[in-house]
């Protein structure tokens, strides 16, 4: 059923609402800084306020379908489509980021430059909501690349590359790769490895297209025949892939999953938002939004795409997770977490496709989706309260610190329980309980290694959670503390501007634990009826008459037990402190495995060696001794052709963004134009 006209304009607001103030932020920045702020944080409100108004849209079962001309000679329309899916995400993307801004007024306070940090912040909620509410693939990319230029400015906001701003410990290498790396490096390095997956993504999206003739979610479920003719000449599950390419390297799933780690260098406000709660989410939003189109193909053996993301999602989160366990920096630890996690929600969503029920796992992963945005936003902006206070990103410059910031203390220990997955009362616990239990359940063949990796990561995620609690909190003051006191410089509570944000989403992560049947209960129903109108998906459970509540005696004994095994060892070594931790490091067998999860399973020493340096070396040996020597020498003319070509080319490379993204968006048109030849 499609609703009224303010509905329609609550919709095109939600985007261009964020949009309108990033463009006026420079101007708005001339009337004071703290107007400049507190405006800031009201476009984000109002974007939020339009959001929230869909609420009742998406309870009822309803959806929101509006366009308008875009390129007539194509016959594309721009159009914002906001069904259940799409509601439920533009709620949680706006009002996190709402927190989020209020949360920066404090953090981010006297630092420089803030017209351009609340430039790009607005950029990218506005890049976001445009992936989220959009109706075709195209406006979906122009979203998509908005997010990754947001991201790149602000993981290298601090472009000075001060020492104190770079992530990894100073002098850290692997294989001959530093592992410690400024804030410029990381953003550019963000920004060519999810470059990597966007043009999959692209070439997914115009595969597609010159089949079907359009890039439309509903026009392309309304008439199938695209479909066929890709199977018919087995296109159909590359394409599939391929755009999940994209959702790899926004979401850094392996093995593009590198630039998320060192993506923190950035403010901890950026990190909050566009690294756990948004920007990783987008690549999970696609495979949402993609994957009911993909099951109602089933019948063209669509199911190979399912288990690729399923089982990129459980490599993902088991890898990720390896590292956590070892990581000496507050953010990083927080980074493979959301890393590994977003895997949990692959895994649900692949397992969905394969599965018996698919309502089952589609549920299961968007709702540790929303889950996991609540707690893992709240223990980021947690740890900025840490860093602002200490001065050092690293735990082993912390220690002892709940006794002088208990309100942080307390916040973060809520939402350090869900993420660790606390029986019954955490939201992450459910989440996390019926990812388990949609795996086990769901009839596909490699059920069981699936469950026992979505286990055993359960347990390590459970200790290094409180491995970072009880080295930031417990124990005695660090060397750093007590110098730092000494200089006259007390550990303090930081003001009530940013505590209140996370204070906020930590309570509702336990909120929605302590009744979380039957909120999962609710979301089962909302999407199962959305998967049932739009792509006629039904529920196994729905034709029974019964709602979907897990009572899996295998699930729910594994979560407590993976609970207690992580969360018991935790509290041992790190809390009550009855273990030396230390020790482990001096064991040969146990030593080398440390050092070598510590090194990240030598994938970045991998990326620089394959990627960059060894291809490199290949490009100087081909100058040297076949260009230069050869070439030139026989034919002594070519130099002045290709000094002319040289010159041509050079007019190009002017480092201006905009022209860059003129040239982009020609040769899009190029191709475009080609494919309707």
Known sequence: MVVGFSESINVWLI?????????????????????????????????AISAATLLPTALAGHEV????????????????????????????????????????????????????????????????QLIVVSDNLLMVFFGWEGVGLASYALISFWYHDRKKDYVGREGHKA?????????????????LMTKAGDVMMLAGMFLIFSYAGTFGFKELVADQSWAVA???????????????????????????????LEAMTGPTAVSALIHVATMVKAGVFLVARIGPLFFALSM?????????????????????????????????????????????????LGIAGISLNFTDGYTAGFFHLMSHAMFKAALFMGAGALLHTVGSRFMTDMGGLRKGMKKTYIFMMLAAL???????????????????????ESGYAYSWPLFGVAVVVAVMTAFYTMRMVGMSFFGNKSKHVEEMEKKGHHVHEVS????????????????????GFMFEEQLHHVLGDYLGESFGIHSEHEAEGRVFLNLNPTVAIAS????????????????????????????????????????????????????????????????????????????????GAMAGMSKVVKTGQTGITQTYLFVFAVGIMIVVMLLLL
């Open 15 to 47: 985007w261009m609402l964020p949009f309108i103030g990033a463009a006026a932020m420079p101007l708005i920045a001339k009337g004071g800084k703290r107007a400049r702020d507190y405006i800031a944080v009201g476009f984000a409100l109002a974007s």
């Open 65 to 128: 379908h509006s366009q308008i001309p875009w390129i007539s000679s194509l016959g594309l329309n721009a159009g914002v489509l906001a069904d259940p899916l799409a509601i439920l995400m533009a709620n949680i993307v706006a009002w996190i980021a709402f927190l989020i801004f209020v949360y920066s007024v404090g953090y981010m306070h006297g630092d420089r430059d803030l017209t351009r940090y609340w430039f790009f912040m607005l950029f990218f909620i506005g890049s976001m």
């Open 175 to 191: 294989g001959g790769i530093p592992m410690w790396t400024a804030p410029t490096h990381a953003g550019m390095k963000a920004f």
């Open 230 to 260: 890709m199977a018919e000449q087995n296109l159909l599950v590359p394409a599939a892939v391929l755009l999940f390419g994209g959702a790899i390297g926004k979401s850094a799933q392996f093995p593009l999953n590198e630039w998320l």
């Open 300 to 348: 063209l053996d669509t199911g190979q795409f399912f288990e690729v993301v399923a089982w990129v999602g459980a490599i993902t989160a088991l890898l990720l997770a390896t590292q956590a366990l070892v990581s000496p920096e507050i953010k990083k630890v927080l980074a493979y977490s959301t890393g590994s996690q977003i895997g949990y929600m692959m895994m649900a």
């Open 418 to 440: 869900s993420l660790a997955g606390a029986p019954l009362f955490t939201s992450g616990f459910w989440s996390k309980d019926a990812i388990f239990a949609a795996v086990l």
């Open 496 to 515: 009530a501007i940013m505590w209140v944000p996370f204070a906020i989403l930590a309570v509702a992560s336990i909120a929605v634990g302590v009744v």
């Open 560 to 639: 407590a037990a993976a609970f207690a095994i992580g969360a018991g060892l935790g509290f041992v070594f790190y809390i009550a402190r009855k273990a030396d931790p230390e020790a482990i490091g001096r064991n040969v067998v146990t030593g080398a495995i440390w050092k070598f999860l510590y090194n990240r399973w030598y994938l970045n020493t991998a990326l620089y060696w394959g990627g960059v340096i060894g291809p490199l070396a290949i490009y100087r040996f081909m100058w040297r001794y076949f260009e230069s020597t050869i070439v030139d020498g026989i034919n002594p003319a070519f130099q």
